[in-house]
């Protein structure tokens, strides 16, 4: 079976892994990308394969509660630059998920490039907040639509591929904004979260479950 033609005919996809009969809220996952990458991402996505383990751990985290779980299929590899490709597709999955859940609360767990694709799509009303793993968070990422959203951020500050600082920047400014906003240092696990991944997945699953939780 090919998979790619299915991709194209359907670019922007919500991929639902849990969805029960009356949904009350949604979480949907966003995985990590590349700067730039015109081209669709390959059949076999190492960064989607990455979330799984948190996709299983949040499922867990809120078993009985009616809660829909999703993840985003990206169009193109990359977020390459204004055209900010990956928010754009966390947006059209934000709509694609209120047309088939209703105006259920939603809370955006990303990785990396996911995870700034999830901050720049906070702004939609549904979202109650997000979950950022390792995030992308360049000095000039917008904060002012973040007013009254909940905000976890949580980085390795070893980690290579993005900056732990920048993130810790980032919150700054989100808190300057209205955002309720915290920086979670961890321990280790690098940019791919591999080292400690245990940890990564049960606290992404308890802060996502919390948010849930908020009224």
């Known amino acids: 079976?090919?998979?790619?033609?299915?991709?194209?005919?359907?670019?922007?996809?919500?991929?639902?892994?849990?969805?029960?009969?009356?949904?009350?809220?949604?979480v949907?996952?966003?995985?990590?990308?590349?700067?730039?990458?015109?081209?669709?991402?390959?059949?076999?996505n190492l960064p989607a394969l990455r979330m799984r383990p948190f996709a299983a751990a949040v499922t867990r985290a809120v078993r009985?509660?009616?809660v829909l779980i999703a993840e985003v299929r990206y169009r193109h590899r990359g977020w390459n630059g204004a055209r900010a490709d990956a928010a754009r597709d966390a947006e059209a999955a934000l709509a694609r998920l209120r047309e088939r859940a209703?105006?259920?609360?939603?809370?955006?767990?990303?990785?990396?490039?996911?995870g700034r694709a999830a901050l720049r799509a906070a702004g939609d009303p549904a979202v109650r907040g997000v979950v950022a793993l390792a995030p992308w968070c360049p000095a000039d990422e917008p904060v002012d639509h973040l007013g009254g959203r909940r905000l976890y951020l949580?980085?390795?500050?070893?980690?290579?591929?993005?900056?732990?600082?920048?993130?810790?920047?980032?919150?700054?400014?989100?808190?300057?904004?209205?955002?309720?906003?915290?920086?979670?240092?961890?321990p280790t696990g690098g940019h791919a979260m591999l080292r400690g991944a245990d940890l990564w997945h049960?606290?992404?699953?308890?802060?996502?479950?919390?948010?849930?939780?908020?009224?």
């Open 1 to 26: 079976m090919n998979l790619c033609p299915t991709r194209r005919a359907d670019p922007t996809a919500l991929v639902v892994r849990s969805a029960p009969a009356v949904p009350t809220a949604a």
């Open 28 to 44: 949907l996952l966003l995985h990590g990308g590349r700067a730039d990458g015109p081209e669709p991402p390959p059949a076999l």
């Open 64 to 66: 009985g509660r009616g």
């Open 102 to 114: 209703g105006p259920v609360p939603v809370v955006l767990l990303g990785h990396s490039m996911g």
């Open 154 to 186: 949580l980085h390795d500050e070893t980690d290579r591929v993005t900056s732990a600082r920048q993130s810790w920047e980032f919150v700054r400014r989100a808190r300057e904004a209205g955002a309720d906003a915290a920086g979670i240092p961890m």
């Open 202 to 215: 049960r606290r992404a699953a308890e802060l996502t479950a919390a948010l849930l939780s908020h009224g």
